[in-house]
């Protein structure tokens, strides 16, 4: 366990840090939410994926039902999670448009152009 935990770190360390110093207002927060979130979600649809194929592959290789039984509820799992990942990926979409907020889609991570927010004259 505490190896998973060390390779997760090592993992996701570069892009936490992202090698600048630590957030100092409320876009530099949403700017590093955004890189983490940009590289956590397609590893979950990744293991989603290998979770509905590996349900497939146990489906066919077993020969009782029991085993089946099980394999059946791991490819329904893989479907439901790939199905609710997708489906919330595409409502972010949606009301980041209909908010017309920037989203560069020409950069390869998506970092969202965040706006100053001028509430009565005060510069956020």
Not at 6 to 25: E, G, K, R, V
Not at 27 to 55: E, H, K, R, Y
Not at 102 to 112: E, H, P, R, T, Y
Request: net charge positive; hydrophobic share 50%.
């Amino acid at each position: 366990m505490k190896k998973i935990i060390y390779i997760l770190i090592s993992f996701f360390t570069p892009a936490i840090s992202y090698a600048q110093p630590a957030p100092q207002n409320l876009n530099d927060i949403t700017s590093l939410l955004i890189v983490v979130l940009n590289t956590i979600v397609p590893i979950l649809i990744g293991l989603a994926v290998l979770m509905f194929i590996w349900g497939i592959l146990r489906y066919y290789s077993s020969d009782s039902s029991n085993t089946k039984k099980e394999a059946v509820k791991i490819i329904g799992y893989g479907v439901a999670s790939i199905f609710v990942m997708v489906s919330l990926w595409g409502l972010v979409n949606f009301v980041a448009t209909s908010l017309k907020l920037d989203i560069d889609s020409k950069n390869s991570n998506n970092v969202l152009k965040t706006k100053p927010i001028d509430i009565k004259g005060v510069n956020l």
